[in-house]
């Protein structure tokens, strides 16, 4: 069974940056797993950040960035803002199956 | 406007069964990927199937696999997720998203909808 994992959490100072990662049990991500990026705040449904590595949608923040890091995918905030605190959750392909992290707990403090 | 309505959850004792369905609008729904998503209370977001444009090709989580039929009739615009033999951890609310590939990559879940609750509970 494959799983995905991401940090727990994190925690960063408004202004600050930081980068949440993304791995898979199968080995390193590499483009072709077209890691995608989620954002959930407490009662809300995903919103969508990041498609294919590192493509944004038109609603996203320039903050948000998307690479392959070290054999993961990684999304970094840049200049975090306190509405950035939120869940984040990435997304592999496996052929035609898809698998989420387990997500990220931000906090901004 | 791209909207994908999911409906049909509701209350179900163990073992029984229910069928959700998503109602997509303001695209094409014949020229995308579908899939369902789901989420437990308090847990975070788990792929649980999705099916090709055409319908001619399916796939299921392990947790699943065997009890869960995805279909579509792209005549309707619609999107349905059969649900048997349900268990107690089968309880989440469950969303429909759509899926494409385009020139250099895949974009998965631009749109959401409310997503609709199932309680699994006797």
């Known amino acids: 069974q494959t799983v995905v994992t991401q940090e727990p959490s994190l925690t960063v100072s408004p202004g600050g940056t930081v980068t949440l990662t993304c791995a898979s049990s199968?080995?390193?991500?590499?483009?072709?797993?077209?890691p995608n990026w989620f954002q959930q705040k407490p009662g809300q449904g995903p919103r969508a950040l990041i498609y294919?590595?590192?493509n944004k949608h038109s609603w996203t923040p320039a903050r948000f960035s998307g690479s392959l890091l070290g054999g993961k995918a990684a999304l970094t905030l840049s200049g975090v803002q306190p509405e950035d605190e939120a869940e984040y959750y990435c997304?592999?392909?496996?052929?035609?199956?898809?698998?989420f992290g387990g997500g990220t707990k931000l906090t901004v403090l | 406007e791209v909207q994908l309505v999911e409906s049909g959850g509701g209350l179900v004792q163990p073992g029984g069964s229910l069928r959700l369905s998503c109602a997509a609008s303001?695209?094409?729904?014949?020229?995308?990927?579908m899939h369902w998503v789901r989420q437990a209370p308090g847990k975070g977001l788990v792929w649980v199937s999705r099916?090709?444009?055409?319908?001619?090709?399916?796939s299921y989580a392990d947790s699943v696999k065997g009890r869960f039929t995805i279909s579509r009739d792209n005549a309707k615009n619609t999107l349905y997720l059969q649900m048997n033999s349900l268990r107690a951890e089968d309880t989440a609310v469950y969303y429909c998203?759509?899926?494409?590939?385009?020139?250099?990559?895949?974009?998965?879940?631009?749109?959401w909808g409310q997503g609709t609750l199932v309680t699994v509970s006797s």
């Open positions: 998203a759509r899926d494409f590939r385009y020139s250099s990559g895949w974009c998965f879940g631009d749109n």
């Open positions: 303001g695209f094409t729904f014949s020229g995308y990927w």
């Open positions: 099916i090709s444009d055409d319908g001619s090709s399916t």
């Open positions: 199968t080995g390193a991500v590499t483009s072709g797993y077209y």
């Open positions: 294919s590595t590192s």
């Open positions: 997304l592999l392909y496996y052929g035609g199956a898809r698998v």
